[in-house]
């Protein structure tokens, strides 16, 4: 049975970082293609950054722009955690904040995805 989830999640002030993290469990395919997303009070579920990993060791990163330059997403296959680091944080960053595991090729659609987290709360104050 696969299984996300999800943690890290806080209040922080408008600069502030956090980083949140997504242990995924029972889900090891060769080539993997993961994500994070967001949703806000009454907003779609929105793509915020998948990494996609082959099974010959390359490794590619996605950013949806509002983002790019201030989070980064990473994964440690040992582990098989998902991270989510959070930097110079806005308000319009807060969210309800989701891993999402099983998905391709468009990684910014949801339902491209077959495995989800419970989600994290972020809520950033100006």
């Known amino acids: 049975q696969v299984q996300l989830v999800e943690s890290g999640g806080g209040s922080v002030q408008a600069g502030g970082s956090l980083r949140l993290s997504c242990v995924v469990h029972?889900?090891?395919?060769?080539?993997?293609?993961r994500a994070w997303f967001r949703q806000a009070p009454g907003k779609e579920r929105e793509g915020v950054a998948a990494?996609?990993?082959?099974?010959?060791?390359?490794?590619?990163?996605y950013y949806d722009d509002s983002v790019k330059g201030r989070f980064t997403i990473s994964r440690d296959s040992a582990k098989d955690t998902l991270y989510l680091e959070m930097n110079s944080l806005k308000p319009e960053d807060t969210a309800l904040y989701y891993c999402?595991?099983?998905?391709?090729?468009?990684?910014?659609?949801?339902?491209?995805?077959?495995?989800w987290g419970q989600g994290t709360q972020v809520t950033v104050s100006s």
């Open positions: 999402a595991a099983g998905g391709g090729p468009l990684w910014r659609t949801p339902s491209n995805y077959n495995y």
């Open positions: 029972g889900y090891t395919p060769h080539d993997s293609l």
């Open positions: 990494i996609y990993s082959t099974a010959s060791g390359s490794i590619y990163t």
